[in-house]
């Protein structure tokens, strides 16, 4: 664990403890469905012809942070 700590620190803000361990689930459900992406895609700009670019520069963005 502490190891964890130490590698993400910058992105934590603080640390839950206890006796067992806590899942957090979910999504972000209005974009888990076309007309709720789409509405994403509109409201930031961003083509449908210039997502596949878009897509790669976050994957990007993800990767540098070390969360994949």
């Known amino acids: 664990m502490k190891n964890f700590l ?3 620190n910058k992105f934590i803000y603080g ?3 206890g006796w ?3 899942r957090f689930r979910g999504t ?3 974009l888990a469905h076309t007309s ?3 509405t994403y895609l ?3 700009g961003i083509l449908l ?3 596949e ?3 790669q520069s976050i994957t990007k963005k993800v990767c540098r942070l070390g969360c994949l």
């Open 6 to 8: 130490q590698v993400y």
């Open 20 to 22: 067992d361990r806590i």
């Open 15 to 17: 640390v839950i403890s």
């Open 36 to 38: 709720g992406i789409n």
């Open 49 to 51: 012809k210039d997502f």
């Open 53 to 55: 670019a878009y897509a």
């Open 42 to 44: 509109n409201v930031n």
């Open 28 to 30: 972000i459900r209005w």
